[in-house]
């Protein structure tokens, strides 16, 4: 079984920085691209970044040159870091991966439960 662990969200004023992690665990998996979405209230979720295995990324334009995606292979990790946050950052993030037994080759998907950003303004 894999599961997904969340955090660091919480209340960041406008201009701040925030770091989401999101930690994937289970036993004899391959980790493929990661990625972080969000989800504002009334709206559809929308992509935020992804990154993949050889770490080549994909920003939204509403992240690009204030967000930056990373991972950790090692730890199965991968990072948002939100600087200079606006009040529209405000939403659940949910962090979204890729991944397959180590003995399989097909990827599943795996979405975990959604970290809380608020931005005031």
């Known amino acids: 079984q894999v599961q997904l662990v969340e955090s660091g969200g919480g209340l960041v004023q406008t201009g701040g920085s925030l770091r989401l992690s999101c930690a994937a665990s289970g036993r004899a998996i391959s980790i493929g691209t990661m990625g972080w979405y969000r989800q504002a209230p009334g709206q559809q979720r929308e992509l935020v970044a992804t990154i993949n295995k050889r770490g080549s990324i994909s920003y939204a334009d509403s992240a690009k040159g204030r967000f930056t995606i990373s991972r950790d292979n090692a730890k199965s990790t991968v990072y948002l870091q939100m600087n200079s946050v606006k009040p529209e950052d405000t939403a659940v993030y949910f962090c979204?991966?890729?991944?397959?037994?180590?003995?399989?080759?097909?990827?599943?998907?795996?979405w975990g439960q959604g970290t809380l950003v608020t931005v005031s303004s």
């Open positions: 979204n991966v890729e991944w397959r037994y180590s003995f399989g080759n097909t990827y599943r998907e795996l």
